[in-house]
């Protein structure tokens, strides 16, 4: 069973500062990974995402890689503003071809503290 | 191009009732998912169906029913509702890449 878990849950840090919010799953096979973003009673915004062959995705100052043999995605923020602050979710879509699904992590809720 | 569409956004519905929440994507994707989202959970996944005509249980789907009227709508129904499902449902909609979500829907039991 595909397990997603986000490390920690909660994290508050000056505004300016880059930071890092990590994801790891349990099994390796995995077509991609997609790194969203939810503001406070909305539904979730697509932020990058990564096929499973790619090391790496870039979206201004977010930059996501992942590491699919040790099973692990971080999520880069550069130059934090309060506009920052929101729940990050990992997912991963895994499953058989033609009966894939996604899997989500509890996600992360960042704070940028002005 | 409107995405993903949920109806309604809200919801009350007393013990036993039962009701339909609706879902439409117009971007030709293959596959959908009902979830839900309660506090200190994530989402979970409740239903999926990866193509038109066909659907799987998810994590979480005692007490659901789901039907994939066609390429585009994809419904979830209660039919007796229980204060457990209390919660805020998505649902989203993906072709092999991106996955894309709809606005949700808050339904309260009580």
């Known amino acids: 069973k595909q397990e997603v878990t986000q490390i920690p849950a909660a994290l508050s840090v000056p505004e300016g500062e880059n930071l890092v919010l990590n994801c790891s799953f349990t099994d390796s096979a995995i077509y991609n990974l997609q790194w969203f973003r939810q503001d406070p009673g909305k539904g979730l915004t697509s932020l990058l995402l990564i096929q499973s062959s790619q090391r790496e995705q870039t979206s201004g100052r977010l930059n996501a890689s992942l590491d699919k043999s040790s099973g692990r995605s971080t999520l880069y923020i550069a130059a934090s503003q309060p506009g920052d602050s929101a729940t990050y979710l990992c997912a991963v879509r895994h499953g058989y071809f033609g009966n894939e699904k996604l899997t989500f992590g509890t996600g992360t809720r960042l704070t940028i503290i002005p | 191009n409107a995405g993903v569409t949920q109806n309604p956004k809200f919801q009350v519905l007393k013990t036993g009732q039962s009701m339909t929440l609706q879902c439409a994507q117009d971007m030709n994707h293959n596959s959908m998912y009902w979830y839900r989202q309660d506090p200190g959970m994530g989402l979970r996944l409740i239903y999926y169906?990866?193509?038109?005509?066909?659907?799987d249980k998810g994590e979480v789907p005692n007490g659901y029913n789901v039907s994939r009227l066609n390429k585009r709508e994809f419904s979830l129904r209660l039919e007796s509702a229980a204060p457990s499902q209390t919660s805020v449902y998505f649902c989203?909609?993906?072709?092999?890449?991106?996955?894309?979500f709809g606005q949700g829907t808050r339904l309260t039991v009580v």
């Open positions: 169906s990866a193509s038109e005509g066909t659907t």
């Open positions: 989203a909609s993906d072709r092999f890449t991106e996955a894309f």
